[in-house]
Each structure stands twice: as C-alpha cells, then as structure tokens.
C-alpha cells in the first residue's frame, strides 16, 4: 500500500512540473513581445523554470528541502568535483573530434564569424546560466526528489530513474534504440554517482559541463542557421548513421555506447558491486 501512495505521489509531483513549467513558458512566449534583449529573455525563462521546480518540490518536502534532495555545498571533494568535470568534459570533446576527424561532422562556422566579442560573451553567459538551470531541473527532478522517494532497494530505484529519463527524451525527440541505450546508460553513470557521494552537487555539475559542451561550446543541426542560439562551433552532419547519431547527436552515435558502457563499468568495479558490497540496499 505504502509503494502504491509513493507511486501516485511521484506521478503528481511530474504532472505538476510539467503543468507549471508548461504553463509558465505560454506564459513567456506571451510577453517575449515586451522583451528587446533575447539574451535576458531566456535567462529569466530560464530562471522562472527552476524556481518552478522548487516550489513543487516544497509542495511534495515538508522538512529540509536541500537536506531532502542532498544538494550539500559544505561536503565537496573538490578534487573529485574536478575529475567528474574533466571526465565529462573530455568525453564529450573527444567523441566530437572523433566524429570530426572521421567525417561525420563538419565545421559550418564559428560564432566570431557573425558576431562581435561583447555579444560572444553575452552568449557564453547565457549559455552558462540556461545549462545550469537545465541541469538543476534534471537533477532535482530524477534524483534530488525520484530516487530519493521510491520505496525500493537502491539497484531498482536507480534502474527506475534511468527508464524514466528515456521515456522523457523519448517522448520529446523520438524513438532510436542507440538513442535510448545512450541515455539509459548516461543515466546509470550519475545514478551511480549519486550513490557512491550522496551528494547531488556531483551529478549536478556533470550534467552541467554536458549540457553546456554540448549546447554552447558545440551545436550539431542539419540547419545550423535555425538554430535558437549560436555555440563557438557550430556543427553539420550529414546522413544519418549510427556512428553519427544524425539528429541525436552523440547520444545517437554507436561510439558514444561504447565508451559510457565502459564508463558503467568502471565506475561499478569502482564501487565494489562486483565484489557485491555495494548497491544492495
């Protein structure tokens, strides 16, 4: 009875996301009219977004609301902050060299071609306070309020958050089995981060440089020139492969699996699940 209130309590507090964050985008778009800069338009956008997210969070968490979601400043390894950035951060670079030196992406432009360097850095800017914001939703969401409310063992709770990732991208961006084993495993690596530091400002920061790698630094489009925002490099792709990812990305190409099934794994044998210490409650 008691996972069958949990459940139902998960399933309110998405549909009141997603309700609030609808609502306050329509919102949004209504008044962008009255906004002349579109760079503090989507800062706010961005802004309103999380403050949406907290406030349901509040909603659901009567107690603690940072000691709930396990956002702790206080307790940082900054020598293990930095690894989790370089990791990502790498990953991400190299995939995409790996790409470009194969062919599958091609350089379309900079952003110094159309733009001068005070708007370069008001898109950096930009860029950092939208991957921030994005990256504080997600994690909220999956594991500051998800996977710390599920009434189940830690190896189902963490299963359960990855399928709930996919099952959101993929109602926004299609079905694509490379796609979708991509982000189940992207997943599973900060489930497992979460785990081994209980501590959300961890994950928090690896979606972070991910997002803002892969939004801001680098953009891939088949159109590049409809793109919402310019990124330093902006990227073209040809055919859609799966060693490409087409459309998808990195989390469409083959070589992106490869090296995040690697990544599992590392970080499993890292936490002792082999030798079955860990993950068992």
Do not use: Q
């Not at 891939?220 to 793109?227: A, C, G, I, T, V």
């Not at 060693?243 to 490869?258: A, D, K, P, R, T």
Request: proline share 1%; net charge positive; glycine share 4%.
């Amino acid at each position: 009875m008691n996972r069958i209130y949990v459940t139902l309590r998960i399933i309110l507090f998405l549909i009141l996301s997603a309700l609030g964050l609808y609502i306050s985008e329509a919102a949004l778009n209504y008044l962008s009219i009255y906004f002349k800069n579109e760079y503090l338009f989507n800062v706010i956008h961005s802004l309103i977004s999380v403050l949406i997210v907290l406030l349901n969070v509040r909603i659901f968490v009567k107690g603690n609301l940072l000691e709930f979601i396990n956002l702790d400043i206080k307790k940082i390894d900054y020598k293990k902050l930095i690894n989790i950035l370089l990791f990502t951060f790498i990953v991400n670079i190299l995939i995409t060299i790996v790409l470009l030196g194969i062919k599958k992406y091609y350089v379309y432009n900079y952003i110094w071609d159309k733009l001068y360097i005070e708007d370069m850095v008001a898109v950096i800017l930009t860029g950092l306070i939208i991957s921030l914001s994005f990256a504080f939703i997600e994690e909220i969401i999956l594991r500051g309020f998800i996977l710390n409310t599920l009434p189940f063992k830690k190896k189902t709770s963490v299963l359960i958050v990855a399928l709930v990732y996919v099952v959101f991208n993929v109602l926004s961006r299609g079905f694509n089995l490379i796609f979708m084993l991509n982000l189940f495993l992207y997943s599973m690596f900060l489930n497992l981060i979460y785990i081994k530091y209980n501590n959300l400002i961890y994950t928090l920061a690896a979606n972070f440089i991910w997002f803002f790698t892969s939004n801001f630094i680098f953009s891939l489009s088949f159109e590049p020139d409809k793109l919402d925002f310019l990124s330093v490099i902006n990227l073209i792709y040809g055919n859609y492969d799966i060693i490409s990812g087409g459309e998808y990305g990195i989390f469409g190409s083959i070589i992106f699996l490869i090296v995040m099934s690697l990544a599992d794994i590392y970080v499993l044998k890292w936490m002792g699940v082999f030798n079955r210490r860990t993950l068992k409650g």
